[in-house]
């Protein structure tokens, strides 16, 4: 992708800090398209527990890498950043500035970033699984750490799918996944904004937004998805809220303590989220409870544009 010509913007964080609409407003004050950069958004049919923006509230901006896969499908990174940087050469390639807009951090930095996608084998993969799900996860840490101390210092010992996968890449190619870890290093000119609300905000926010999403039938959208496959799907049967959905209506959990692991879990994922993006320097960061900071962020992103052209 050539690096002149329109500006990239970014806006990342935590969920429910407010990310879709900061794109949303981006996009329309500075003329430009949204794409995706969250991976459960990529699945059709999955709406209410995704937090997806329904089409009659996108306000006309068209949106690019949502409700592209189907539910049996498994998200992959490197199908995603193939797919991810096609559609910002594109709305770039039209005069517009893509805004990059999610949550999960490894696929921002798939959109915008130096990122080498070492390859996969499912294998070795199935294999690793295997061994974490009979041993427990702490001995493949420990031979991830004799391998490749630097990648188990980066990723933890709880991490069990990134610890699998480093493993995973080390036996492919027989080099530390450390060296396939991401630069901090943009593929081209871009401005990124970060939403940090208060921990106490972000709290109450992601527990009303669960709350709302089994009155707008989050269990009745899941149970529409079984007869698609949802339950095969590696990916999809997973997300946070789809899981416990589905134990909802198998009637090993009921319809309160769904909601309260649902709250649960994805307070912890606020968590990591924000310890991924708070070390990144390139973040310009905004507080979305303030007074007047949605319309101070446009206007930074505004004086960013002019400074790059």
Do not use: C
């Amino acid at each position: 992708m050539p690096a002149d010509g329109p500006l990239v913007i970014a806006v990342v964080g935590p969920t429910a800090s407010g990310k879709s609409e900061l794109a949303l407003r981006l996009a329309e004050a500075v003329g430009g398209e949204v794409v995706g950069a969250d991976a459960m958004q990529l699945y059709r049919g999955m709406d209410i527990g995704t937090a997806k923006l329904p089409l009659a509230q996108r306000r006309g901006v068209p949106h690019h890498q949502i409700d592209v896969l189907d539910v049996t499908d498994e998200a992959t990174i490197a199908a995603y950043q193939v797919a991810a940087r096609r559609s910002v050469a594109d709305v770039r390639g039209r005069g517009l500035h893509p805004v990059v807009a999610g949550g999960s951090g490894l696929y921002v930095r798939a959109a915008l970033d130096h990122l080498e996608i070492p390859p996969t084998d499912p294998e070795v993969r199935a294999r690793l699984e295997a061994e974490a799900e009979a041993q427990g996860p702490a001995p493949l840490f420990a031979l991830l750490t004799e391998r490749d101390p630097v990648a188990a210092g980066r990723i933890g010992p709880h991490n069990v799918r990134r610890v699998i996968r480093a493993l995973e890449v080390v036996e492919i190619t027989g080099r530390p996944f450390s060296a396939t870890m991401p630069e901090r290093r943009h593929l081209l000119p871009t401005a990124v904004l970060g939403l940090r609300p208060p921990r106490e905000l972000l709290d109450l926010r992601i527990d009303s937004r669960v709350e709302q999403m089994w009155r707008e039938g989050l269990v009745d959208e899941v149970r529409s998805l079984v007869p698609h496959g949802i339950r095969r799907g590696r990916t999809a049967s997973r997300a946070l809220g789809y899981a416990q959905a589905l134990a909802q209506l198998d009637g090993t959990m009921t319809r309160d303590r769904a909601i309260a692991e649902t709250a649960q879990a994805t307070r912890r994922y606020a968590r990591r989220q924000e310890s991924w993006f708070r070390p990144d320097p390139r973040i310009h960061w905004v507080d979305p409870g303030g007074a007047g900071a949605l319309d101070d962020a446009v206007a930074w992103v505004e004086k960013a544009i002019a400074d790059n052209g």
